[in-house]
Each structure stands twice: as C-alpha cells, then as structure tokens.
C-alpha cells in the first residue's frame, strides 16, 4: 500500500511540474507564432538517410556552380555539347580523399623524403623504391587528355563530379563536366566453381601473354592492365569485387600469380606477398556460414614494376573490416 501512494505522490508532482512548464512556454511564445510542425515519426528500420556530402550530382541542365574566385557562374546544358558544361577547376585541397589529388604540400612532402630517406632506403633494399618526379601533374593531365579519361573536380559547393580534361595553363585546367556517369576498362564476371579446375597456369599464362587465347578469364583482365601499364606508362588498377564467398581472394592470387610470372617471375616478391597474406589471414579470417576462411577486411594490393616490365616491390594494406 505505502509503494502505491508514494507512486501516485511522485506522478502528481511530476504532473504539477510539466504544467508549470507548459504555461511558462506559453507565456513567453507570440501570439502570431505558428503551430508546431507535427512530430517526426523515428525511422523503423536501421538505414540511414543518405549524407548530403555524398549525394548525387542533380540534373546537368542549368546549375549555378559557385567558382573557386567566388563568383558565380550559370552552367549550360549545350554549351560544349548535348550533356556537358565546361567550366575551371584549380588544384584541389590535399586533405580531400579524391584519387586524384596531388597538391603541392604532397609534392614538398614526398621530394623532401625522396632527399632525406628514399635514397639511403632504395639503395638498402634489394628492388627500386618509385622515384619522386617533378613533373608528375604534367604527365597525368596530359595522358587523361589524351585517353579522354574522366576526373574527379572538387567544386566550390563540396560536391565531387567527375568531367573530362579539356587543356590546361599553369596550375588550371579547362574540365567539361559530365552528368555524373563515367565508365571502367573491361569487366570479367568470374562464378565461383568450388573445385578444381584445368583453368589455370603456366600454359595457360602462356597463351594469354602471347595472345593466342581471348576468352574471358582472370589471365586476360591481368595481360590488359599490365600491357596498358607498359603502353602508357601509368598505374592501373584492378578491382575484385562480389558478396562473400565468391571467390574474390582466390582471383586476386590468380592475377597476382600471371603478373609475376610474365614480368619474369621473381618469386622472391612472389612468395613474400603471399606469406604476408598467410599473416593477414591468421589474423583478420574468420569461418562464417559462407566461407570457411572469410577475410573479414579489405585488402590493397600495390605491386610496382620498373621501367623494364619487372616486379621490383610490392605494398600490402589491410582495410577497415568488412561486416
Ligand atoms: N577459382 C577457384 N577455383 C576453385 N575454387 C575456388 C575458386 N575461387 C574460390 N574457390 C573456393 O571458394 C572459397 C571461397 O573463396 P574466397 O575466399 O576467395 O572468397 P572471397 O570472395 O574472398 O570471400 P570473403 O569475401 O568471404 O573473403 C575458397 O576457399 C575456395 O574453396
């Protein structure tokens, strides 16, 4: 009975409590003000709403791009074609994530490594450390003009678009904005056959590197990215992507595997790269209902080459986890 009455005693101050505030609120709210917005309901499920700093570019038919100098300019849909505007884009911020940032602190920060330690290291370690060049920007911004390659620009609004290198003067260039679509080099889609198969090896390295096999296979998207590489002398990449189990790790060992063997096949890198993944895996692994041995982070997987085609080094990053 006692806990009864002191529940009741303690609702009613409570009650007492909030009417005092409601009148207080009241008393000091205008009279013209309007109603309260209705209450928004919580969202049911777990996803989030996605962040504005992300969001897609919006419709390229006529936008107001606020430009580095401050002024505003109107963008034309037509003005250099059917989809593009063109507009001026500066060196972007070094502490955006873009790929393709190169600002001149990193410049500074890299030539001073390369005077103070990159040049005791290389001639300690057994392969080339890639060289500092001055001229990097150059060559980049000349070779996307020539491959008509896409770049990401970072506007004034920080929002990232991609668009099409058009020339450059000093440390500008002229960049035609797309309306947001891009496109990748060849696409392989691979099923997982979970057992094995006749599909790899030297014979079949072979083949691929002299050419006499075109069908689609994990061989094939390695020879383009390093003939590309050689041809152009830029870096290439090599994106393995599918839900778990599908046998992403086991293709980035294939490819691995048909890099060394045609650069001449140091196995000293080699099996360097694979004991570093035995380390990885003891680690980062885990046995989930879709693969026995699924790594549970993200992998990159840097391999350079010298001038001549050979494996010199290689880098590997352990990603955030994967959930
Ligand atoms: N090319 C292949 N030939 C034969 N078996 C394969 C092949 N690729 C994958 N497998 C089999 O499938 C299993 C899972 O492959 P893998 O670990 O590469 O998947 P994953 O995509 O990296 O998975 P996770 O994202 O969970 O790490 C391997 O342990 C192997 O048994």
Redesign the pocket.
Known sequence: MSSVSETSRTLSSLEEMLEALKQRDESEMPKDCPPALPFRPKLASRTRPPSPKRSMPGTPEKRDIELENGKREEEFKGKLGNVFGAKMCKEVDSSSESPYVNSSAQKEYRQRFWENDGAKLDNKLPYSLPKFREDEWDDNISYFIEKKLRVWCHLKNRQWEPGQVQSTSGDKASVLLSDGSTKAGPVLI?V??????Q??GSKLVTAYKKKLLDSPHIYSIAETAYSQMMEDEMNQSII?S?????????????AIEYLVMISGGNNHVESELLQTSCILEAFG?AK?L???????FGRLIEIYFSAEGGICGANVQACKD?Y
């Open positions: 691979a997982n056959p979970f057992k094995e198969i599909l790899y393995i599918g839900e778990s189990g599908s046998g992403k790790t086991e293709t980035a060992k294939s692994n989930t879709r693969n026995n041995n699924s790594s549970r994967v």
